[in-house]
């Protein structure tokens, strides 16, 4: 990347700071750091300056594309950028390192906070009903405290939320629930996600007034048998909204789940299987989605493919803001 270009992304990234109350402002929020109860407590953290200058380091450094902790010498040296900001100094990469790894989960749910505060700044002037896209991306590490994915690869797999594009939480260990921090009372929800969020729990969270919901169905045998007693006359074209290609089949059913507390809509979408093989010689596909959207059925489905955008979002935090590697060891400290 050209400097010139570098510097304005920094800048971009330092008036954005400046925006949200610069040192002082989010400082104040970075003194619940020291008073939340983490493992370094408040004689570690340090005073609400220090903790801010760690905060801003790493964030700051995230934003011009920071890839590793070791990137903050070259933040370091932009006198100019942190005179915008207001910052004397920059922490080195070691100290920022043990900052992050001596947080521990409190520390990691308290900068979520602060996160959560800052990205309802930027959600005002959201429409009566926000769509919250609610989406799990892969992050490749070769860490202490990394997992196994579903892709058979060691990293992690955090879960991001979404608001027209803004990131508004992130749960490395909690359930899509937790997404919604940032997202103010009184404002209805509609929330849309991958398979993975086919769970009563989240199902009947989303069924309470004020939400809807809309969640692809796992195709367990009671989805299947409900699909199979579905008539041919239940059926109708389907195809996108612009109206080409209908090569699909449309049909709506009522279906529960153990656990929620209502049932709730099963929009059914079939099409002749292209590739039926000798042990699978299904005459069909299905694709089943859970909703209590009142909308008319291909409605449903053409609004659930928005949450397509998702990957691009997780493509620019991980392209743009270095979220394509982790840069501490510690489960926590990557939190943060």
């Known amino acids: 990347m050209d400097s010139a270009h570098q510097g304005g992304k920094e800048f971009g990234a330092a008036d954005e700071f400046r925006r949200a109350g610069g040192v002082g402002g989010v400082g104040a929020s970075l003194e619940t750091l020291g008073e939340s109860g983490g493992r370094a ?5 340090g005073a ?19 890839r590793r902790l070791e990137d903050l010498r070259e933040l370091r040296a932009e006198r100019e950028v942190l005179e ?12 920022v390192g043990d900052w992050l790894r001596r947080q521990g989960v409190a520390g990691a749910e308290a900068l979520e906070g602060v996160s959560q505060a800052l990205a309802a700044e930027c959600l005002k002037e959201e429409p009566e009903e926000m769509t919250l896209d ?7 590490a070769e860490k202490q405290d990394a997992a196994w994915t579903y892709n058979r690869v060691k990293g992690y797999m955090p879960m991001l939320g979404y608001v027209n594009g803004l990131c508004v939480g992130q749960e490395f260990w909690s359930s899509p629930r937790g997404c919604e921090g940032a997202l103010a009372e009184g404002k209805r929800i509609y929330f849309r996600s991958d398979s993975a969020a086919y769970q009563a729990e989240v199902i009947s969270h989303y069924s309470q007034p004020g939400r809807s919901f809309t969640i692809p169905a796992d195709l367990d045998p009671a ?13 109708a074209p389907y195809g996108p909204r612009e109206g080409w290609a209908r090569d699909r089949e449309i049909a709506e059913t009522v279906h529960t789940m153990k656990g929620t507390e209502r049932a709730f809509r099963l929009i059914v979408l079939r099409w002749a299987n292209p590739q039926p093989s000798l ?14 959207w009142d909308e008319s059925a291909a ?22 803001f270095g979220m394509e590697q982790m840069p501490c060891g510690k489960f926590e400290a990557n939190a943060m």
């Open 299 to 320: 409605e449903v489905v053409w609004k659930h493919n928005g949450r397509g955008e998702s990957e691009n979002w997780h493509k620019e935090l991980k392209g743009g």
């Open 84 to 95: 915008r900001l207001g910052l004397e100094a920059v922490p080195d990469a070691g100290t």
């Open 279 to 292: 042990f699978e010689a299904e005459r069909y596909c299905d694709h089943a989605v859970a909703t209590n």
């Open 134 to 140: 609610v989406d799990a991306t892969e992050i490749e």
């Open 41 to 45: 407590g408040r004689a570690e953290v």
């Open 223 to 235: 989805v299947k048998r409900e699909i199979a007693h579905l008539p041919g006359a239940a059926r």
């Open 48 to 66: 609400r300056l220090r903790a801010a200058r760690g905060g801003a380091a790493v964030g700051l450094d995230a934003a011009r594309g920071g």
